[in-house]
């Protein structure tokens, strides 16, 4: 019966984009890498050795809680761990230059902070839109 869960918690992940399977060889390569023993990282996340392993092992699957908690231990992102492709940085997010400011914050000094931001925005997107042609 538990085995039947955690096979349908699996391929719900997975039809999420979320790579279950890969987790344990990542938490296994990230450990290795920093020359941690289980028993310590088991210890670090207050858990017994037997089911930290089995994370590794790709026997068990972590909840959320636990999930963040290795992302924080390990210095990456959850979404790294989850094998969710990495988000491609855009102009957007991009912080503006002296110039750009100059001009949001020189088109009204009465206007709000929200539409300040809205014209920050808006100069954004003429940056990124600059870029593709």
Do not use: C
Request: proline share 4%; glycine share 4%; aromatic share 6%.
């Amino acid at each position: 019966m538990k085995k039947e869960k955690e096979e349908k918690a699996r391929i719900k992940a997975e039809k999420k984009g979320i790579n279950m399977k890969g987790l344990g060889a990542k938490l296994s390569a990230l450990r290795e890498e920093r020359h941690w023993s289980k028993t310590y990282v088991a210890k670090q996340l207050k858990m017994n050795l037997p089911t930290y392993a089995n994370y590794e092992y790709g026997n068990r699957e972590p909840d959320l809680e636990t999930t963040s908690k290795l992302a924080e231990l390990f210095g990456v992102s959850v979404d790294f761990l989850l094998g969710r492709p990495a988000k491609e940085k855009t102009a957007s997010d991009e912080p503006l230059t002296e110039n750009q400011k100059l001009v949001a914050y020189s088109i009204d000094p009465d206007i709000s902070d929200e539409e300040r931001q809205d014209i920050i925005e808006l100069v954004k997107i003429a940056m990124k839109n600059r870029r593709r042609i």
